[in-house]
T-cell receptor, first 111, second 117 residues
Framework: ELKVEQNPLFLSMQEGKNYTIYCNYS?????LYWYRQDPGKSLESLFV?????AVKQEGRLMASLDTKARLSTLHITAAVHDLSATYFC???????????FGAGTQVVVTP | EAGVAQSPRYKIIEKRQSVAFWCNPI?????LYWYQQILGQGPKLLIQ????????DSQLPKDRFSAERLKGVDSTLKIQPAKLEDSAVYLC???????????????FGPGTRLTVL
């Protein structure tokens, strides 16, 4: 069974500093997705990573995928309060949309 | 483009009662998913439909949960009878059928928050 582990599960960030969230998974897959969830809201797609070495960037967020290491990272540059949310990674277990989600990383950005 | 619609948004029931949730996917999306998200956890896939056929229901507790997508568009998820541990947010998502070979993803609805007392 595919296991997806995120760490840390909670991240307290200071505004202006850089941080990284890690997503490890247990079986071969080259399709990984990042989502953001605000409290009481649904999931919003951030990035779709489809191959080894894929890198996507949007604003202060950058995601990368290393399929050989079975690792994806979500890097936050110069954190700002608006980035406070829970971030989930999801791995497509069978390449046909069977997503296995990590437990999520709750991010709180403080001044 | 309209997003995934779900109703109701909130539901409170007593244990052993039944409840149903409704989902309308994004127009043209052949694949529909139901997830259960327990507080503090990531979503867990319950069932995946391709048009009106079930692709995967391996994590659906079939003794109490059922789902259907009769005309390949809207879907309903039912719980009967509900247990305390069913308290969660039930999320519906949809995607184009070509998700496996495209840069597309799953798009989520607002969810239904179920509380079982």
């Amino acid at each position: 069974e595919l296991k997806v582990e995120q760490n840390p599960l909670f991240l307290s960030m200071q505004e202006g500093k850089n941080y990284t969230i890690y997503c490890n998974y247990s079986t071969t897959s080259d399709r990984l997705y990042w989502y953001r969830q605000d409290p009481g809201k649904s999931l919003e797609s951030l990035f779709v990573l489809l191959s080894n070495g894929a890198v996507k960037q949007e604003g202060r967020l950058m995601a990368s995928l290393d399929t050989k290491a079975r690792l994806s990272t979500l890097h936050i540059t110069a954190a700002v309060h608006d980035l406070s949310a829970t971030y989930f990674c999801a791995v497509d277990a069978d390449s046909w949309g069977k997503f296995q989600f990590g437990a999520g990383t709750q991010v709180v950005v403080t001044p | 483009e309209a997003g995934v619609a779900q109703s109701p948004r909130y539901k409170i029931i007593e244990k052993r009662q039944s409840v149903a949730f409704w989902c309308n996917p994004i127009s043209g999306h052949a694949t529909l998913y139901w997830y259960q998200q327990i507080l503090g956890q990531g979503p867990k896939l319950l069932i995946q439909f391709q048009n009106n056929g079930v692709v995967d229901d391996s994590q659906l507790p079939k003794d109490r949960f059922s789902a259907e997508r009769l005309k390949g568009v809207d879907s309903t998820l039912k719980i009967q009878p509900a247990k305390l541990e069913d308290s969660a947010v039930y999320l519906c998502a949809s995607s184009p059928p070509e998700i496996a070979v495209s840069t597309d993803t799953q798009y989520f609805g607002p969810g239904t928050r179920l509380t079982v007392l």
